[in-house]
């Protein structure tokens, strides 16, 4: 397996990665950015989410969707603005998180639960699905911290990582977009899922912050690469030309104010043999 380069640094809280037109999008969310950064490093702000901006993704217009989270809201940028495009604060239980927007541009969104920020008590958590109109619903629920999200290429099956549960889930998604099924995909024993992506072999990237690993899993839980890292990997995802880039967004804390003062958050890339698949 090659080695971790780095790409950016200096951020705050990077999360979100998508690779898109030719860029890595990404949120840094405790700067309440939403910026771009190309294969040379070079940044640009694309737009600022007051309420802490997450996850990432695009209707087929081109309009970029951008989780709002802590008034819970999917905002749409069009024409240099932000627009609500979903109010889901009446079905998310907390803050908002990652996000994957699949080929027909549904928006499945998740939420932490709980404020796991003041060590509150752990509570189970929705997925919440936004349509290309903005109507919503919750489409899976009792879940242990649904965090990264991907969607296989034939749209039929979704993957979420349940943070809290310590294992990726999957689920057959219907015609209306509706999740049914749901199974174990993998058991991650103390693996952590922040951020994932999924490759052409069916594996699974994940960003495993707590425990500092950054890991490619199978369906059935087989690792086949074990990364151990120097800071908290919060969510990764595969693009270049080839998709055979893996961006790797790092931060040394979870906490806003510590984020704030040490901006030592950076993005890193390696080269991997498997090419990305399906969405983001």
């Known amino acids: 397996m090659n080695e971790l380069k780095p790409l950016l640094k200096g951020l705050i809280f990077p999360e979100g990665p998508r690779w898109h037109d030719g ?5 840094d969310m405790h700067a309440h950015t939403v910026c771009t950064v190309d294969l040379n490093g070079r940044q640009q702000v694309v737009t600022e989410v007051a309420a802490w ?26 024409g240099g603005q932000l627009k609500v495009h979903a109010d889901i604060s009446g ?3 907390f803050h908002c998180n990652d996000m994957v927007v ?6 499945y969104v998740g939420n932490f ?10 509570k189970p958590a929705e997925l919440v699905m936004v349509k290309p109109d903005g109507s919503a619903r919750v489409v899976a629920d009792g879940l242990d911290f649904p965090n990264g ?41 103390e693996g952590v899922p922040d ?16 425990n500092k690993e950054l890991l490619r899993v199978k369906q059935g839980g087989a690792v086949t690469d074990r990364l151990k890292c120097d800071s908290m990997p919060i969510a990764c995802a595969l693009g270049g030309a080839s998709r055979k880039t893996l961006f790797v967004l790092f931060a040394d804390s979870i906490h806003p104010e510590e984020c704030r003062e040490r901006k030592s ?16």
Not at 155 to 162: A, F, Y
Not at 197 to 207: F, P, Q, R
Not at 265 to 278: E, F
């Open 113 to 122: 639960g709980y404020d796991l920020l003041s060590d509150a008590p752990k």
């Open 91 to 93: 079905l998310a239980s």
């Open 23 to 27: 860029k890595l999008w990404f949120s």
């Open 149 to 189: 999200t991907v969607v296989t290429p034939d749209g039929k099956t979704l993957i979420v990582g349940e943070s809290m549960g310590h294992r990726l889930t999957a689920f057959d998604v219907a015609g209306d977009g509706g999740l049914s099924n749901r199974r174990l995909f993998a058991d991650l024993g």
């Open 53 to 78: 901006p997450s996850g990432l993704g695009w209707l087929h217009d081109g309009r970029l969707l951008i989780v709002s989270m802590t008034d819970r809201k999917l905002l749409r940028l069009e």
């Open 265 to 280: 958050s950076r993005i890193d890339t390696m080269q991997v043999a498997v090419a990305g698949t399906g969405w983001p």
């Open 195 to 210: 951020g994932i992506a999924l490759d052409a072999e069916n594996a699974i990237w994940v960003a495993s912050p707590l």
């Open 102 to 107: 699949d080929g027909v541009g549904r928006a």
